[in-house]
């Protein structure tokens, strides 16, 4: 495609209305009108609490809430502590005071999941992977994410989050130790030391600003009653809210271009700042401003099915997070939101606990993932989505959706108790309206992604299927890893051939114009239903068919089928339709298990754990070579492969990565081929090859046949 053509697409990409708040944010940027702005403002003296609040000092506006006025989530987090020891136990409460004490001891939290030793007060300007640092005195406004000067800007970002802050809150609350709560106080001290108005690398990001509000309005309120708590390091705070809503104003035109998560950060910190804090200035316009920000970011980025079109289950779990804590702010402050808001959080959040494991508590590691976690108050993993579908149920009114677990605590702190004690009724699976489809019963079932997308893709992962099976998660997305890494790390686990789908010709499904831009998009379609009736799905689809059109520029359609033929029997089904020949590669991430493969037509794996295994069984009516990838590094077969540095490794987090199990199959052959794969639990379920047919038996019993051969092509659709 020519240039232009390429330029034209990425217009229609973003958009007119949103291309020209782009473009005015470039070139506010690039002319130095920002950079004026700033400097307009630099220094904490433009913040004296003389011009933000005239009319209150430091100690009324301690002293006003000491007693109850304006007030958070809980009066005093420390009167919490009979309800956290209760769900915590012995062990929880142990294990959340040795992780306070760690943070204290300079080991901070990294997305979610990570550690790192950053000091504390930490190295606000240090990279802690690289040791790299960026200058204290920088200017944000002419500095990129990744530079060769310090690395990849998020792990910089990170600390100035304040999400230890929330570990330090929940070992105070259960101890009344001080020197939890002097800890957060003496790391505002020193971040608005090294750190005035505006004039430094780590303002550079409105919604960086907006999350740090939430992390200090969060910790001011927890660390209320402490004596660590002075007039004077309140005043310091408040002058840095203000600072940062401000800060967060001045840019909302890049924020509302992105119509990403970008949007909803920043607007609930504007309006967080403004509700929490209404002496300051600007405050209800701060307020006035963020609410409807985030009815127009909700309205534009929620569909009324819940699927967030960011596509992505980490960020939508991160603006549940946001539109829980702003929906639950508004009912203690008797604040009524546009009803739109709360009818599109119910919506999002009946999405999300559809594809929650009931077993594990995990959701499938699907879309972009940059290891937010913005309210770690659980002694739950990272990827545990119970403490979300607690608070959930708490702040939308449901009755208990999950059993009693430490997932629970979340709910006390922003609620003041755990869900309510009778069931409530399971979530609904979700089809075709959202591109996202569940088939299966509660304790198997496959995610299939088949979308039609109506604005900028982020994954080419179309027909991607993720399955689990009692607990594990046999068949993964392999997550993100870097956005800004060298290549091929620089969000390269986005590709088409490291799902678990078809890549053809070695082509990404939509072809590439940038880490987050993809052009001619490829769009899906689909159906999931029951197709056997006599399966243990308790009356939810067993069964997905659908296709995609991303390689109609070769003249090829890939058409999948999926089927749960019991809890222990999942057929997946490939056919790819088209003329001429071509090089087809059927991908499978395994976790990182041991993994013995046999054969090659077919091909016959085995995955082992402690207390089960799967087998891995695939045919094709065309020759076909297989290999296992670990870490970047051929195990086993014959197919040799190349190009393989992103195949065999998951990142569970963003900056983790870690070994998993790819199963490359891989067929040259004139169209149509199919391509069949069958997965087997257990040792009483076999598959044969007989006439023609595949024949799935139990012991002796057929249960299931269908035939090899491909349906006869009709080239590829447009």
Same mark, same amino acid.
């Given at each position: 495609?020519?240039?232009?053509?390429?330029?034209?697409?990425?217009?229609?990409?973003?958009?007119?209305?949103?291309?020209?708040?782009?473009?005015?944010?470039?070139?506010?940027?690039?002319?130095?009108?920002?950079?004026?702005?700033?400097?307009?403002?630099?220094?904490?003296?433009?913040?004296?609490?003389?011009?933000?609040?005239?009319?209150?000092?430091?100690?009324?506006?301690?002293?006003?809430?000491?007693?109850?006025?304006?007030?958070?989530?809980?009066?005093?987090?420390?009167?919490?502590?009979?309800?956290?020891?209760?769900?915590?136990?012995?062990?929880?409460?142990?294990?959340?005071? $040795?992780?306070?004490?760690?943070?204290?001891?300079?080991?901070?939290?990294?997305?979610?999941?990570?550690?790192?030793?950053?000091?504390?007060?930490?190295?606000?300007?240090?990279?802690?992977?690289?040791?790299?640092?960026?200058?204290?005195?920088?200017?944000?406004?002419?500095?990129?994410?990744?530079?060769?000067?310090?690395?990849?800007?998020?792990?910089?970002?990170?600390?100035?989050?304040?999400?230890?802050?929330?570990?330090?809150?929940?070992?105070?609350?259960?101890?009344?130790?001080?020197?939890? $709560?002097?800890?957060?106080?003496?790391?505002?001290?020193?971040?608005?030391?090294?750190?005035?108005?505006?004039?430094?690398?780590?303002?550079?990001?409105?919604?960086?600003?907006?999350?740090?509000?939430?992390?200090?309005?969060?910790?001011?309120?927890?660390?209320?009653?402490? /004596?660590?708590?002075?007039?004077?390091?309140?005043?310091?705070?408040?002058?840095?809210?203000?600072?940062?809503?401000?800060?967060?104003?001045?840019?909302?035109?890049?924020?509302?271009?992105?119509?990403?998560?970008?949007?909803?950060?920043?607007?609930?910190?504007?309006?967080?700042?403004?509700?929490?804090?209404?002496?300051?200035?600007?405050?209800?316009?701060?307020?006035?401003?963020?609410?409807?920000?985030?009815?127009?970011?909700?309205?534009?980025?929620?569909?009324?099915?819940?699927?967030?079109?960011?596509?992505?289950?980490?960020?939508?779990?991160?603006?549940?997070?946001?539109?829980?804590?702003?929906?639950?702010?508004?009912?203690?402050?008797? !604040?009524?939101?546009?009803?739109? !808001?709360?009818?599109?959080?119910?919506?999002?959040?009946?999405?999300?606990?559809?594809?929650?494991?009931?077993?594990?508590?995990?959701?499938?590691?699907?879309?972009?993932?940059?290891?937010?976690?913005? =309210?770690?108050?659980?002694?739950?993993?990272?990827?545990?989505?119970?403490?979300?579908?607690?608070?959930?149920?708490?702040?939308?009114?449901?009755?208990?959706?999950?059993?009693?677990?430490?997932?629970?605590?979340?709910?006390?702190?922003?609620?003041? &108790?755990?869900?309510?004690? $009778?069931?409530?009724?399971?979530?609904?699976?979700?089809?075709?309206?959202?591109?996202?489809?569940?088939?299966?019963?509660?304790?198997?079932?496959?995610?299939?992604?088949?979308?039609?997308?109506? &604005?900028?893709?982020?994954?080419?992962?179309?027909?991607?299927?993720?399955?689990?099976?009692?607990?594990?998660?046999?068949?993964?997305?392999?997550?993100?890893? =870097?956005?800004?890494?060298?290549?091929?790390?620089?969000?390269?686990?986005?590709?088409?051939?490291?799902?678990?789908?078809?890549?053809?010709? +070695?082509?990404?499904?939509?072809?590439?114009?940038?880490?987050?831009?993809?052009?001619?998009?490829?769009?899906?379609?689909?159906?999931?239903?029951?197709?056997?009736?006599?399966?243990? /799905?308790?009356?939810?689809?067993?069964?997905?068919?659908?296709?995609?059109?991303?390689?109609?520029?070769?003249?090829?359609?890939?058409?999948?089928?999926?089927?749960?033929?019991?809890?222990?029997?999942?057929?997946?089904?490939?056919?790819?339709?088209?003329?001429?020949?071509?090089?087809?590669?059927?991908?499978?991430?395994?976790?990182?298990?041991?993994?013995?493969?046999?054969?090659?037509?077919?091909?016959?794996?085995?995955?082992?754990?402690?207390?089960?295994?799967?087998?891995?069984?695939?045919?094709?009516?065309?020759?076909?070579?297989?290999?296992?990838?670990?870490?970047?590094?051929?195990?086993?077969?014959?197919?040799?492969?190349?190009?393989?540095?992103?195949?065999?490794?998951?990142?569970?987090?963003?900056?983790?990565?870690?070994?998993?199990?790819?199963?490359?199959?891989?067929?040259?052959?004139?169209?149509?081929?199919?391509?069949?794969?069958? !997965?087997?639990?257990?040792?009483?379920?076999?598959?044969?090859?007989?006439?023609?047919?595949?024949?799935?038996?139990?012991?002796?019993?057929?249960?299931?046949?269908?035939?090899?051969?491909?349906?006869?092509?009709? +080239?590829?659709?447009?």
């Amino acid at each position: 495609m020519s240039r232009l053509g390429t330029m034209l697409q990425i217009g229609r990409t973003f958009g007119v209305r949103y291309g020209l708040l782009r473009l005015e944010y470039e070139l506010q940027r690039g002319s130095g009108i920002i950079s004026r702005r700033m400097r307009s403002v630099q220094g904490w003296e433009s913040w004296n609490l003389k011009r933000i609040v005239p009319n209150t000092s430091p100690e009324d506006f301690l002293s006003v809430r000491r007693q109850g006025g304006h007030p958070f989530f809980f009066a005093d987090s420390r009167g919490l502590a009979p309800e956290l020891k209760t769900i915590l136990g012995t062990t929880g409460q142990e294990s959340l005071l $040795a992780e306070a004490r760690a943070i204290l001891d300079g080991n901070l939290p990294y997305f979610g999941k990570l550690s790192f030793s950053s000091g504390f007060p930490p190295k606000w300007f240090q990279n802690p992977v690289t040791g790299q640092h960026v200058a204290p005195d920088r200017s944000w406004t002419g500095m990129r994410f990744a530079s060769d000067d310090y690395g990849d800007l998020k792990f910089i970002l990170e600390p100035s989050r304040f999400l230890f802050v929330y570990p330090l809150a929940r070992a105070y609350a259960i101890s009344g130790e001080e020197q939890f $709560a002097e800890a957060f106080w003496i790391a505002i001290e020193d971040w608005a030391t090294i750190n005035p108005p505006m004039s430094g690398p780590l303002w550079i990001c409105g919604q960086e600003s907006s999350l740090r509000i939430l992390a200090w309005t969060f910790a001011l309120y927890a660390f209320l009653h402490s /004596t660590a708590t002075s007039a004077r390091r309140v005043a310091l705070l408040l002058s840095m809210i203000a600072a940062h809503a401000w800060r967060t104003a001045q840019t909302l035109g890049y924020a509302r271009s992105q119509r990403s998560n970008h949007l909803f950060s920043e607007a609930v910190g504007l309006w967080t700042a403004g509700t929490l804090l209404p002496e300051l200035t600007d405050a209800s316009l701060w307020q006035r401003h963020g609410a409807h920000l985030l009815r127009e970011a909700t309205l534009d980025q929620i569909t009324p099915e819940g699927a967030c079109l960011q596509d992505s289950f980490n960020y939508q779990r991160m603006i549940l997070h946001q539109l829980l804590w702003t929906l639950r702010l508004a009912e203690v402050h008797k !604040i009524q939101l546009d009803p739109m !808001i709360r009818a599109r959080t119910v919506a999002v959040f009946e999405f999300i606990r559809s594809f929650v494991d009931s077993k594990s508590g995990s959701a499938p590691n699907h879309g972009s993932n940059d290891g937010s976690h913005l =309210l770690p108050l659980s002694g739950c993993e990272y990827g545990d989505f119970r403490p979300l579908v607690s608070l959930g149920s708490c702040v939308l009114g449901r009755s208990r959706i999950l059993e009693a677990g430490p997932w629970d605590e979340i709910a006390v702190w922003l609620y003041g &108790r755990s869900p309510q004690l $009778a069931q409530s009724e399971p979530a609904q699976t979700s089809s075709s309206p959202s591109g996202y489809y569940r088939i299966g019963s509660e304790n198997s079932w496959a995610l299939v992604r088949a979308g039609c997308y109506t &604005r900028r893709p982020f994954q080419a992962d179309q027909l991607h299927v993720d399955l689990w099976h009692h607990g594990v998660n046999i068949a993964r997305d392999a997550g993100t890893y =870097l956005y800004n890494g060298d290549p091929p790390w620089n969000n390269g686990l986005a590709g088409t051939g490291v799902h678990n789908t078809v890549i053809v010709d +070695g082509k990404d499904q939509m072809r590439r114009a940038g880490r987050f831009l993809w052009l001619d998009w490829a769009q899906a379609s689909g159906r999931a239903f029951r197709g056997n009736l006599s399966n243990p /799905t308790a009356g939810q689809p067993d069964s997905f068919e659908g296709e995609h059109n991303g390689y109609r520029h070769l003249g090829v359609t890939h058409r999948r089928m999926v089927r749960c033929i019991t809890e222990d029997a999942w057929v997946v089904v490939d056919d790819l339709q088209g003329t001429g020949e071509h090089a087809l590669r059927l991908h499978w991430l395994l976790p990182d298990f041991p993994f013995e493969i046999s054969g090659d037509f077919p091909v016959c794996g085995v995955l082992s754990a402690e207390e089960a295994c799967w087998r891995w069984n695939i045919f094709s009516n065309a020759p076909g070579a297989a290999a296992v990838i670990r870490g970047g590094k051929n195990l086993a077969g014959t197919l040799a492969v190349r190009d393989q540095e992103l195949l065999g490794w998951e990142s569970p987090t963003y900056g983790e990565l870690c070994p998993a199990i790819s199963l490359l199959y891989d067929v040259h052959a004139p169209l149509p081929v199919r391509i069949v794969t069958v !997965i087997l639990a257990g040792d009483e379920l076999q598959v044969q090859q007989r006439d023609g047919q595949l024949v799935v038996f139990r012991n002796t019993s057929e249960i299931y046949q269908l035939p090899l051969a491909p349906p006869q092509s009709a +080239g590829a659709s447009s």
